[in-house]
């Protein structure tokens, strides 16, 4: 298996391409102007609480205020408010929280208004990037993650990734981890975290201390409200989050930005520094990869995939519905149930790469096509499952429903990546579009490959001239792959009459394939 990170670097944004052999399973995008990342940490003012929804407003300095619900303040929130004031005022110059007295937690069912005051100072953190006409969501249950550790400052608890299966190694990592916490703050134990030794561990510990150090002296002076913690540059965030050792390789297209990754790459796995590549060829680092066709096809309402099937991808205000479809396969009735099955695994496959593709969240209803076999609606459901496990947003996944529904709640914590593939159409009518180009290519090879399993011989394309001569210009030309994947020739006739989108197929007759 090929994992490869392919990133574009522009004056304005960096764009992150995660492929796994070739196909695109991840799209991100690092715009400058963004000061809301989710991992940022804020001095903020408490705005008001509102008893009715237990929750507060908070100025982070956004056009909109943050939402701060009593159940994201956490238990040692009268620790937080003491020494965020003490370290403010200057009063208090160790941040180690060895010597700082804590105070009683606060009831896990209280009032927000016994607790906070509007004008009061309280550190943040954003963990729910503005979306749409919402502010952001905000936590004062503090974290700071590493590669292999999460820090939670005013806590003493240690644990362990629940995707740790090995009770030895979950014993192993919570012995070493007790013994390198300092007084004061608790331990989230990372995945990648597996069969690491306590120096790693412990080095990863001090950088995590630095930052915590580094954030409170910018406390005394801080304007409120301010980011006094930022994330990490996105390059180096995404890979300490994915970053493992079945990456083959890192590609960049930016000198400087090559150069940091390269650094970060040596610092936390020193032995695969050399995958690291930086992009020099004139060809458009996305197109040279095949990302630019894959962005085009992959985001749409519909979605192709292998054997003629597609997805249809409806977004509505509550939730997301997706619809499996067969495309346009002829079966016998014996064989329903066995198509049924292959299209959905099939459509399973695909649409866990979507969900991570598009970031998609809330409530997802997926309509697979009816299977009457309940051993097969299990098979689907696993895989399903088996598909879903690489995707890192909290997900869960409810078995399919007596129609053949499966429902996903699926956490979203900032927008969701939506990017246009119709275009403006050509022929100029009242400003209507039509899908892309290079969608259109795409469904004429999916008609092609219908026609030639039907045993059709000397077919003839008649397509807009446009069309046509990207289809036959270069070596190899896009006829020519089809010749040599299915070993018939295809002859292509340019048609001035027709529209820049319009094509149809003609038999050895001349008589149009409908």
Request: proline share 4%.
């Amino acid at each position: 298996m090929e994992k490869e990170l392919i990133i574009r670097s522009s004056s304005e944004e960096v764009d992150f391409a995660l492929l796994k052999d070739g196909k695109l399973i991840e799209l991100q995008k690092d715009e400058g102007g963004n000061n809301f990342s989710v991992g940022d940490v804020f001095i903020a003012k408490i705005r008001k609480a509102v008893p009715g929804l237990n929750a507060a407003f908070v100025n982070v300095g956004y056009d909109k205020d943050a939402f701060l619900h009593y159940h994201d303040l956490g238990p040692k929130l009268p620790s937080l408010l003491k020494f965020t004031k003490r370290v403010s005022t200057g009063k208090l110059n160790d941040y180690s929280l060895k010597n700082f007295p804590f105070e009683k937690d606060i009831d896990k069912d209280g009032k927000i208004a016994d607790v906070l005051k509007s004008n009061q100072s309280l550190l943040v953190q954003i963990v729910k990037e503005p979306i749409s006409t919402k502010g952001p969501r905000i936590s004062s249950e503090l974290s700071i993650a590493g590669r292999y550790i999460v820090l939670v400052p005013f806590s003493s608890r240690i644990s362990i990734s629940q995707k740790i299966e090995d009770k030895e190694e979950k014993e192993r990592l919570k012995r070493l981890v007790k013994s390198i916490t300092p007084q004061g703050f608790g331990i989230i134990v990372r995945t990648v975290a597996q069969g690491k030794k306590v120096a790693e561990l412990d080095r990863d510990l001090q950088n995590l201390l630095s930052r915590w150090t580094a954030m409170c002296k910018k406390l005394h002076k801080a304007h409120h409200p301010s980011k006094v913690l930022g994330e990490m540059n996105k390059a180096s965030s995404i890979l300490r989050d994915i970053f493992n050792d079945t990456f083959t390789s890192i590609y960049v297209d930016d000198e400087e930005l090559y150069f940091q990754i390269k650094d970060y790459v040596q610092e936390i796995a020193p032995k695969k520094e050399s995958i690291v590549k930086l992009y020099q060829s004139k060809v458009p680092i996305f197109e040279k990869y095949g990302i630019e066709r894959q962005i085009k096809t992959s985001f749409g309402k519909t979605v192709s995939m292998a054997k003629g099937a597609y997805l249809v991808i409806e977004h509505t205000e509550a939730l997301h519905v997706i619809d499996v479809n067969s495309g346009n396969r002829s079966n016998k009735a014996s064989n329903q149930e066995d198509t049924a099955l292959e299209v959905n695994l099939i459509a399973a496959t695909e649409i866990a790469r979507q969900l991570r593709l598009r970031d998609m969240g809330g409530i997802i209803v997926v309509d697979f096509i009816d299977m009457t076999n309940a051993e097969n609606r299990q098979k689907l459901f696993n895989h399903f499952r088996d598909e879903m496990k690489d995707d890192r947003a909290k997900h869960k996944i409810l078995p399919p429903s007596k129609f053949g529904l499966i429902q996903i709640t699926r956490q979203r914590v900032r927008p969701e990546m939506n990017i246009k593939t119709r275009e403006e159409n050509p022929n100029g009518v009242n400003g209507s579009e039509v899908e892309a180009p290079i969608g259109l290519v795409q469904k004429i090879t999916h008609d092609l490959e219908q026609l030639l399993k039907k045993d059709y011989t000397k077919l003839t394309l008649n397509t807009h001239p446009f069309i046509a001569a990207f289809l036959t210009k270069g070596f190899p030309s896009i006829r020519s792959k089809w010749f040599f994947e299915h070993k018939k020739w295809v002859k292509i006739l340019p048609r001035d009459a027709y529209t820049y989108l319009e094509y149809h197929f003609f038999d050895k007759n001349g008589n149009q394939i409908k």
